[in-house]
């Protein structure tokens, strides 16, 4: 989807104009891929826009950092008022939030440790990722022929700007075969997630999910799904999944801060019922609990007002 420009951008302490959010052409994260970044989103509530969970994307971004040996040169605390004061910058009752730590410029190698940090926030309009209709209809999923990374070869554990080249080729190359979705495949063959997305299959009344151990990110919607459909009265736990059991599943679904929660209608052409029962009941509970209509979940909305 196109950007849609917004009045502002945090960068570096300080809110600039759109068009003057700048780098440098040799800044190191465009060379080499060293930053870390987040998606946040912030919803239309009564009280004004709320962002979702921002104080867990905040400290995930640091683990990123972390995971990384990148130094963030803000605290938790200071990201987390930039983020609300760039929300309220743009005027907007909804958004989608892009934080973003990156190595800048000055320095050029592969050895790090004498770069610069810099950070930036930027908001603009976007809609659900996979389609507004993606919980009726449900989405198009096909297997990568690309692997998810390895532990040991690039931390999937890290919401890292250059992991996600591997992820970008398995979109691209679901979307040219006329599909909406990638699954990746861990290097020994099981499901880690989507490209951008968890994903969550339904067996026998059981919700199940991949853990970290086979290459997916440590999701918050994916934390958030299992939040609610344990209050549901759901039984969901996180375990590995073989390719098949994604064809054999009763009901299936996607999930992310872009995506929200989405409908799978089929996984590289095995048709599987959609949308579930259960998919609908988490899918609507999701909706109303990221615009605080939820009083068990309110604490999840941070107000940006």
């Known amino acids: 989807m196109p950007i849609t420009p917004t009045d502002k951008i945090w960068m570096n302490g300080e809110l600039v104009d759109w068009d003057k959010a700048q780098v440098h052409v040799l800044t190191h994260g465009l060379h080499y891929g060293s930053g870390v970044f987040e998606g946040i989103r912030a919803y239309e509530t009564a009280d004004g826009p709320a ?37 309220r910058a743009t005027g907007l009752s909804s958004c989608y939030i892009r934080p973003i730590a990156y190595l800048g410029y000055g320095e050029m190698g592969l050895n790090t440790l004498p770069c610069s940090v810099d950070v930036s926030i930027a908001c603009w309009p976007w809609g659900a990722y996979l389609g507004d209709d993606a919980v009726a209809k449900g989405v198009r999923l096909k297997t990568s022929s690309w692997t998810r990374h390895d532990h040991n070869t690039m931390p999937p554990a890290a919401k890292t700007t250059g992991n996600y080249v591997n992820s970008s080729l398995a979109k691209v190359e679901a979307i040219k075969a006329g599909y909406d979705e990638a699954v990746m495949l861990a290097p020994n063959g099981l499901v880690a997630e989507c490209s951008g997305e968890n994903i969550f299959v339904v067996r026998q009344g059981k919700l199940i999910t991949p853990p970290l151990a086979a290459g997916a990110l440590e999701g918050i919607t994916q934390s958030t799904v299992l939040t609610i459909a344990h209050d549901l009265g759901y039984e969901a736990v996180i375990d590995n999944l073989a390719r098949t059991d994604l064809y054999i599943a009763d009901e299936s679904f996607v999930c992310g801060t872009a995506a929200e929660v989405s409908s799978v209608n089929s996984v590289d052409d095995r048709e599987i019922p959609c949308p579930g029962p259960m998919t609908t009941a988490i899918a609507e509970t999701y909706h109303r609990a990221v615009r605080r209509e939820v009083d068990k979940y309110r604490s999840w909305c941070e107000t940006a007002v």
């Open 51 to 87: 962002v979702f969970r921002l104080t867990e994307h905040i400290e995930r971004l640091f683990n990123s950092a972390k995971i990384l040996g990148m130094q963030i040169p803000y605290t938790v605390d200071e990201l987390i008022a930039a983020t609300k004061e760039t929300v």
